[in-house]
């Protein structure tokens, strides 16, 4: 890696257990009101398909014993919320979407961290000195379904930097880099600067990694900003944008991209400017 201010010690188990802690903070209470009748209704039936595989490939006790051991040690990399929301949380948040006619949204991934700071509707993400990458501009304004600009409408956004990393899951990174609360103005418009980020390499050295390379996959998602967008009265949504070009587009390890979320920027002197809006539907 060519960057100086590169965390060289990020690893698979300080990011998940990072990501672990960060869902026991803010999501783990949910689990509590699932009725039993739909407990029993999803765990006997996931456990059916994994019968069925077991059945239709012959699966063998050393492949039953390697899987046990990749369970195991998912766990113990703290890997839990890397796994599911790469492999399993795209498909709840289609489900999720159906209903709704505003902006589409896309998974929110394992590296939200709520209340980053409130930076106005003229927004500079925080960043180092120097923050390696380049430089974009990203507005846009946030409407009802009729096109009604949402007075109070509230960006949070996230993203990883120039070398895909982020706050909070890799070392040595500014807790609140590249992360920010947006208010919109009155009209619903706001303006964000950062630093255009990298393609982002889910960690190699740990469970998830393993699969990956036993499997003969690639760790790659799509560079990528993420956000929320919310407004009183208004269902909020997470969302993902991507870059125009990117190889990986048409090949992200989560499958979150979607056509609809890919930006179209355009070179500006010093950086680049894209202009985005959101829609969002009535609660
Ligand atoms: C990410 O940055 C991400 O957005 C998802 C969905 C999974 C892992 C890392
Ligand atoms: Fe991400």
């Given at each position: ?5 590169a ?15 960060r ?18 209704l ?11 595989a077991v059945?239709?490939h ?14 195991i ?5 703290g ?39 409130e930076?106005?509707?003229?927004a500079?993400?925080?960043?180092r ?10 507005q ?44 919109a ?5 706001f ?7 990298a393609p ?14 036993a499997a ?7 560079a990528?900003?993420?956000l ?13 944008l ?7 587009n ?6 979150a ?7 179209d ?7 680049r ?8 539907d009535?609660?």
């Amino acid at each position: 890696m060519s960057i100086d201010h590169a965390p060289e010690t990020a690893t698979a188990a300080a990011s998940g257990a990072n990501a672990t802690a960060r869902f026991a903070t803010d999501k783990s209470a949910a689990a509590a009101a699932t009725p039993p009748e739909r407990v029993s209704l999803l765990a006997r039936e996931v456990l059916a398909a994994v019968h069925k595989a077991v059945h239709d490939h012959k699966v063998t006790y050393d492949e039953y014993n390697a899987l046990k051991s990749w369970l195991i040690n998912v766990g113990q990399d703290g890997e839990w919320p890397l796994f599911l929301d790469v492999w399993v949380e795209h498909a709840v948040e289609e489900v999720a979407g159906e209903t709704r006619d505003g902006s589409k949204g896309t998974i929110e991934g394992p590296y939200y961290v709520p209340a980053a700071p409130e930076l106005g509707h003229d927004a500079v993400l925080p960043m180092r000195d120097g923050e390696h990458g380049t430089p974009l501009l990203f507005q846009g304004q946030v409407t009802d379904v009729a096109g009604q600009p949402l007075l109070g409408a509230v960006l949070e956004i996230w993203h990883a930097d120039d070398d895909g990393f982020y706050s909070q899951f890799a070392p040595g990174i500014p807790e609140w880099n590249l992360r920010g609360t947006v208010t919109a103005d009155e009209n619903g418009h706001f303006q964000i600067r950062t630093m255009q980020p990298a393609p982002y390499q889910i960690p190699t050295d740990g469970a998830c990694g393993k699969l990956i390379s036993a499997a003969g996959w690639h760790p790659w998602r799509p560079a990528h900003l993420h956000l929320k967008v919310a407004a009183p009265g208004y269902q909020q949504i997470t969302t993902q944008l991507y870059f125009p070009g990117d190889k990986y587009n048409d090949n992200d390890v989560a499958d979150a991209v979607k056509p609809e979320l890919i930006l179209d920027p355009h070179d500006v002197d010093g950086g680049r400017e894209v202009t985005y809006d959101f829609v969002l539907d009535k609660v």
